[in-house]
């Protein structure tokens, strides 16, 4: 069969099938069974299957996943935004704006101890947004910072989606890690700086705590009291990093002990909450593995049948300059990101794309960061960011309309990191080449 | 009858909310324990490495059909959630028949390379030694387990498609 024809086939079937709604892991490996059967080798094709699931399920990297997804199951009910609210309620609360910025400060707390982009946004959903709202703050600003802010979960390190690039790309996680860290802290300080500015510009959108109801030095840093939990989950876990203790895989272990001792200082271990953190954390696995095992087949059915190359080829034979391609892809993530998620946005392109980042000469790490940037984008994007339906989960009374229009100033500030970080590649490759050589 | 056999198929896939748990924390733990043990002792575990792969393989394989009893599998939602419920029910056939598909392969294909490797009595030589068919049943038995749950969903299905009833109700 011509390469074409074959690749229209290939992802044109997937691409019916995700539309229908037919959940993507089936669609993936459905599909590269019976292509794999019928237009590649048979019996072969589907022994390879069944090899390769195995395989890439077991490879050691990717025991990391399960735990880092224990530790954010964990830490999803232990109450942790709670303290750090407060402290933050106490410092900030002051400052027009402040409690917005520092909303976006938690967020970024809880991306160095979470992998995920949705913990942050359920548990600041529950703890900041009515605290916000009483004090007079602006809801879509309340509700952008939440969702911004949480997102910064997968790339603020510890990250599973990192974990996942950096198999498929073949490096280093830790490396993609720290290289992560940089455009985290900028994306942060951006979001922060914003809340500030437009609550100094429009006083009524992020009012300053009265004068008489601020606090004194004193119980100022009695408040702290609070950061120190959550400072040394995550000190734990990076340090661990750091200091060559561990690697990034096995760090997820000490994340879960550390995350478990804090929990239960916080006296969170009782039975309706163990088991809420192992249904999150068992469903969110299960997802996260089977979506691999069809990922894997159907990356296989892509390279195995020359389809892959034959779209490579047929893009770069353009001959238009390579950045152009490069933004180009960019846009197609975006676009994707609207309607699906970003873990099988990446599965899907892939086998793809990844081979035609190498040929042009770009570097891989510094991809996958523009790469996870813009997943941060699609938990926000309407209509079907995931992180918006995690908040409207946690705060039924809001409206859809007033959640898609809250996120579109943080999209736009997101594009901006990514516009910085394309321009300045240093600012991803500084950190992991000082710590890792 | 049916209704027993739907009570049974999912107790059972209710169960591995428990294995999954279970496996998760002793996966922590034995990674945490090798982590510490060669740090301060300078002897991490022979067996360490290993079993924390095939762990995660447990946590992976014998969860697919508890999501999907809970229906958690990611998928776009944009136009199925305004199709009416028959067109839902014809879309979960389509999807039944590609889980069935990989099911035959992983209980099909994956069952006969354990059974080959019980006849040859191969042990595993990367750590956790133990018989390698033991290792590899993980495949057929997770199959299975979605798979059953996937027969139930696709003959609720069917039969939804069929007559626009629903055969039993779901529960959560």
């Known amino acids: 069969m011509a390469s074409g024809l074959l690749a229209l086939l290939i992802f044109g079937s997937l691409l019916l099938f995700l539309l229908l709604g037919v959940p993507v892991a089936f669609a993936m490996g459905g599909i590269s069974l019976i292509i794999g059967f019928f237009f590649w080798s048979g019996e072969a094709s589907i022994v390879g299957f069944v090899l390769g699931s195995y395989g890439r399920v077991l490879e050691f990297t990717l025991t990391a996943l399960p735990m880092y997804i224990l530790m954010a199951g964990i830490l999803r009910y232990s109450d942790l935004a709670d303290d750090l609210y407060e402290a933050i309620y106490r410092w900030f609360g002051g400052i027009k704006g402040g409690l917005a910025a520092g909303t976006t400060l938690i967020g970024a707390l809880f991306g160095a101890m979470v992998g995920i982009a949705t913990v942050a946004t359920a548990t600041l959903g529950v703890t900041a947004r009515p605290s916000m709202l009483k004090r007079g703050y602006d809801s879509r600003l309340v509700s952008g910072v939440i969702l911004a802010g949480g997102a910064l979960g997968i790339l603020i390190p510890p990250s599973i989606l990192m974990i996942i690039y950096a198999m498929e790309a073949s490096v280093s996680a830790g490396r993609l890690f720290f290289a992560g860290l940089i455009p985290g802290l900028l994306a942060a300080i951006i979001f922060m700086g914003y809340a500030i500015i437009i609550s100094y510009i429009k006083p009524e959108m992020g009012p300053a705590l009265p004068k008489e109801s601020r606090f004194s030095w004193k119980e100022k840093f009695q408040s702290l009291k609070g950061v120190i939990l959550p400072l040394l989950v995550i000190i734990m876990v990076l340090a661990s990093i750091f200091t060559g203790l561990a690697t990034p895989t096995e760090a997820a272990a000490v994340g879960v002990i550390g995350s478990f001792i804090c929990a239960g200082i916080k006296r969170k271990l009782t039975w309706s909450n163990i088991k809420k953190m192992v249904v999150m954390s068992v469903k969110l696995n299960g997802m996260v593995f089977w979506l691999l095992i069809g990922a894997v087949a159907y990356a296989r059915i892509v390279s195995a049948t020359g389809v892959g190359t034959w779209v490579a080829n047929l893009i770069t034979d353009f001959d238009v300059n390579r950045w152009v391609i490069l933004i180009g892809m960019q846009v197609i993530f975006f676009i994707l990101g609207m309607f699906i998620d970003p873990g099988a946005i990446l599965l899907m392109t892939a086998p793809v794309f990844m081979p035609m980042v190498i040929d042009l000469g770009f570097d891989p790490i510094w991809y996958g960061v523009l790469f996870i940037l813009n997943a941060c984008m699609a938990y926000l994007t309407p209509p079907f960011g995931i992180s918006l339906f995690v908040l409207k989960g946690v705060a039924p009374d809001i409206k859809m309309q007033e959640l898609y229009r809250s996120v579109i100033p943080f999209v736009i500030l997101y594009a901006i990191v990514i516009i910085i970080v394309m321009i300045f590649p240093q600012l991803v490759h500084w950190l992991p080449d000082r710590i890792m050589g | ?172």
Not at chain 2, 100 to 111: K, Q, T
């Open chain 2, 1 to 172: 009858m049916l209704k027993k056999v739907v009570k049974t198929i999912t107790k059972i896939n209710q169960s591995m909310l428990i294995v999954g748990g279970v496996v998760l924390a002793l996966l922590s733990l034995v990674v945490f324990y090798d982590v510490i043990a060669r740090y301060f002792f300078n002897s991490p575990t022979r067996f360490g490495f290993d079993l924390s792969t095939w762990l995660t393989g447990i946590a992976a394989f014998l969860t697919g059909g508890y999501v999907l009893l809970h229906n958690d599998h990611i998928r776009v939602d944009v136009f199925y959630e305004r199709f009416s419920d028959r067109i839902k029910s014809l879309v979960e056939v389509i999807t039944g028949i590609f889980i069935l598909l990989i099911v035959i392969a992983l209980v099909w294909y994956g069952g006969a390379r354990v059974i080959q490797l019980y006849e040859s009595g191969s042990v595993a030589s990367t750590g956790l030694n133990i018989s390698l068919w033991i290792k590899w049943s993980i495949l057929p038995i997770g199959g299975l387990l979605l798979g059953l749950q996937a027969t139930i969903n696709l003959i609720r299905s069917i039969y939804n498609v069929c007559t626009g009833k629903r055969l039993w109700e779901e529960e959560d």
